[in-house]
């Protein structure tokens, strides 16, 4: 009963239109007046003890890095070192488009924000080399959402606070997914072009890929700072967030001297502007993980899911279909906060582990990023790039049927996840 009333409330105000962080708080004062435990003074209390937490305190900074390196020009370099190096082969545009993706991953980690500067630096390119449109911009909103599942990523961030998890282990964890994804698309790619005749372009001379290599360096070290300093103990996801910050910074306004003071006001004030919604979004959904847990729903589900749990394999299937379709509708972050609380202790019971559950959720969460109807990134890759939606849709099919193939391998070996965290992790 108090798990239906959680629910109902929850989907009956978002259908209604309310924002997701005002409907999980409806269905906190909902669950709080169902166990006589209403007091306004506990709510405030817990949500602003929701984001009191260190590790939260990466988002900022992440974001602040993530706007200075598409106002820095760093981004706009990788595609000129990618375009130098690829650019040349059958449906190079596209290769440019998938290496510039897992570049720009390991930079900003906003599957938005990379999609945004796929499109407005490669597509009109696409265009004028006469590529296939629908396929085009599927590729690009395909490439886009690489980016919450390699190191840094702000969905990691949230995954590792909703669910006590390693922020340094989902880092590290995410790199090899990441570019097997990245693999995943460049076949897929390759294939759907296989009959098509394309113009092509010359080879870069040595001297100019040798000029973008140099030019591009700067770009390329911070991922290698990140992922190296975390790897090492020389600072955790939180302290890597800051050093990101000041590098962007640094290489942006000294190096490549494109950030002039009104333009990283700009990036001040949206970069706070997002921070604030996130943090709110957490705030309201950390008030509803302490009633989840008071009201004990995550023993309601694991009576529901109790057939499962003694095959772990199986559950996860179960869960990875009831996740995509709650990202078909929802956006990431509201449904790692929703449905987390409630499904760990679960995954935590069948013995399944909990760094390789959260990668695999994301990994799934991200999918739902470029799936109808919602789609965030596939609505933002049209609106950037001046498409209809129901255009892309039939382009960007054949990525999403990719990446759910990659997502059943990963269900049927989690191997391919677990085995390389751990070298890598030492």
């Known amino acids: 009963m108090t798990l239906v009333l959680f629910l109902s409330v929850l989907i009956g105000a978002i259908l209604l239109g309310v924002p997701v962080a005002f409907a999980l708080l409806l269905s906190s004062v909902g669950l709080m007046l169902h166990m006589h435990l209403f007091s306004v003074d506990i709510l405030a209390q817990s949500l602003v003890n929701g984001v009191d937490s260190f590790p ?3 988002i900022p900074f992440f974001m602040v890095a993530g706007e200075t390196m598409s106002t820095g020009g760093l981004s706009r370099r990788i595609v000129r070192l990618a375009m130098a190096y690829v650019g040349h082969r059958k449906g190079g545009l596209g290769y440019v488009a998938i290496l510039t993706s897992i570049v720009l991953a390991g930079l900003s ?6 999609a945004a500067a796929l499109v407005s630096i490669i597509y009109p390119m696409m265009r004028e080399a006469n590529y296939p449109q629908k396929r085009s911009v599927g590729l690009l909103a395909a490439g886009g959402i690489i980016a919450p599942v390699i190191p840094p990523s ?3 961030i949230i995954m590792g606070v909703a669910g006590n998890i390693s922020i340094a282990k989902l ?5 090899v997914p990441g570019l097997i994804m990245g693999t995943a698309l460049i076949g897929t790619w ?5 009959n098509e005749k394309l113009e092509t372009h010359e080879k870069a001379p040595k001297e100019e890929r040798r000029a973008a290599l ?3 360096v700067w770009a390329l070290i911070l991922p290698l700072i990140i992922v190296g300093g975390i790897r090492f103990g020389i600072f955790t996801p939180t302290e890597a967030a800051v050093v990101a910050a000041v590098y962007a910074i640094l290489v942006s306004a000294l190096v490549y001297r494109e950030l002039t003071l009104a333009k990283f006001y700009r990036v001040l004030l949206s970069s706070g502007r997002a921070t604030a919604m996130v943090m709110f979004l957490v705030g309201a959904a950390m008030v509803a993980s302490w009633l989840i847990t008071v009201a004990q729903l995550p023993q309601q589900l694991a009576v529901i899911l109790g057939p499962l749990v003694d095959s772990p394999r199986l559950l996860m299937a179960a869960i990875m279909v009831l996740v995509l379709l709650v990202g ?3 956006d990431l972050s509201p449904t790692i906060l929703i449905l987390v609380p409630l499904l760990m202790p679960v995954v935590k019971e069948a013995g399944i582990d909990p760094v390789y559950f959260g990668l695999m959720f994301v990994i799934n969460t991200c999918i739902g990023l470029i799936t ?4 965030t990134v596939l609505n933002v890759v049209c609106g950037v790039g001046k498409t209809r939606v129901q255009d892309a849709v039939g382009g960007v099919l054949p990525f999403i049927a990719v990446y759910v193939a990659v997502l059943i391998l990963f269900i049927l070996v989690p191997q391919l996840i677990t085995v390389p965290l751990g070298w890598i992790a030492g």
Do not use: H
């Not at 880092?171 to 790199?175: Q, V």
């Not at 109808?372 to 789609?375: A, D, L, M």
């Open 56 to 58: 939260l305190l990466a």
């Open 109 to 114: 980690g906003s599957a938005v924000a990379d």
């Open 154 to 156: 702000l969905p990691l």
């Open 171 to 175: 880092f590290l964890g995410g790199i």
């Open 190 to 194: 390759a294939f759907l072009l296989r």
């Open 214 to 216: 140099k030019d591009g």
């Open 328 to 330: 078909m509708v929802m």
């Open 372 to 375: 109808p109807p919602v789609g």
